[in-house]
């Protein structure tokens, strides 16, 4: 029984987005300072890699391309083949998918530990989840796992790694687009996943120009993808600078980390900001426990959001009557007196 009590070889698995494993990091830093001599390894998603590489608590990733090279019933068997033959001690599955937990049992892990959800029968000890009720942070949820095992929590902070090379490819970018070395600027994202995380366009516009006109401060827009409408507005109104599409979440990184603030709607790069200390606005509109700047706020002594009660007796977050009436009563005047009274100290 000693794998139990002094593992070896530990696994954590987290397959979800950007802001989720962000803000796990800090499961990896005390599993660490509790077995300093383990090696530990991430399962995560090709797109969330770049969090973790680079991570010093972290001797190995390993990335679960469940769309790519792992798709289908074979590109899964392969994949748990490869688990087994690093003869995992432990797996900590941090969020419960059915297919963690199929592939942590199929891979022979002896403790596999993590939420009584999604056909937890298959993992060794479950988790009691209540996230949904969104009394904590999602960060400190997390840390639920690894208290069950008796780990003491000795530190809470975000991690996100930014290298000497990124830094440059970020310098070399700005400088393109007309920031100087040393330059201040602002950074907004306006991007998000879902309509019910999406700030008006129109407010993104009034936002920027007020912040350009007062500040006098480069305004650059990074999103998701090319086609983001608010975006698009404020690169063809000549508000912004335009790094759409231009930046892996590496990089986004770098440049957050040289940012005066970042202002975003709710979504994981927010979380990106706040592990590197940047200042950050979001703007929130889910009020359902689950889904509340409760759980998922950016944390931090520099992080900031808005979040209006529109007293809705049930949040839709998938399906508003109201036209995301939460997000639109958040004006761009209050946003804007936030983020100058940030910038200006």
Not at 22 to 41: G, M, Q, W
Not at 73 to 78: A, E, P, Q, T, V
Not at 138 to 164: H, K, Q, W
Not at 175 to 203: D, L, N, T, Y
Request: aromatic share 8%.
């Amino acid at each position: 029984m000693d794998d139990y009590t002094r593992p070896k070889k530990i696994l954590i698995v987290r397959t979800d987005r950007l802001g989720d494993v962000i803000l796990s990091t800090p499961v990896i830093k005390n599993v660490r300072l509790a077995y300093p001599e383990a090696s530990i390894t991430f399962m995560c998603r090709p797109y969330t890699k770049d969090v973790l590489v680079g991570n010093p608590y972290l001797d190995k990733v390993i990335v679960y391309d469940k769309e790519g090279a792992h798709h289908g019933l074979m590109g899964s068997i392969r994949f748990t083949l490869q688990l087994k033959r690093e003869n995992f001690d432990w797996a900590l599955i941090l969020h419960p998918t059915t297919r963690a937990h199929v592939i942590t049992f199929f891979a022979g892990i002896r403790l596999r530990i993590g939420w009584d959800r999604k056909n937890s029968w298959l993992l060794t000890r479950r988790i009691p989840h209540t996230k949904h009720e969104g009394l904590r942070h999602e960060s400190d949820y997390t840390l639920d796992i690894i208290r069950a095992l008796g780990i003491a929590i000795v530190d809470t902070e975000l991690y996100f790694p930014v290298s000497p090379d990124d830094e440059h490819q970020v310098e070399t970018l700005l400088e393109e687009i007309g920031i100087r070395r040393g330059q201040e600027f602002i950074v907004i994202h306006p991007s998000a996943s879902c309509p019910s995380k999406r700030w008006p366009s129109e407010h993104f516009v009034q936002l920027a120009r007020t912040l350009r006109n007062e500040t006098r401060l480069a305004i650059i827009v990074v999103a998701s993808g090319p086609h983001d409408q608010s975006a698009e507005a404020l690169v063809t109104q000549k508000l912004a600078l335009d790094l759409r599409g231009r930046l892996n979440v590496a990089q986004l990184g770098a440049l957050l980390k040289r940012a005066t603030i970042f202002i975003s709607n709710d979504s994981g790069p927010v979380h990106v900001a706040a592990a590197l200390h940047t200042p950050v606005i979001s703007m929130f509109g889910r009020s359902d426990p689950g889904l509340s700047p409760r759980r998922w706020r950016p944390i931090g002594e520099s992080a900031f959001y808005f979040h209006k009660d529109v007293h809705c007796n049930v949040c839709a977050a998938h399906g508003c009557t109201k036209s995301f009436a939460c997000l639109a009563a958040i004006s761009p005047e209050e946003v804007a007196r936030k983020a100058m009274e940030i910038i200006y100290g």
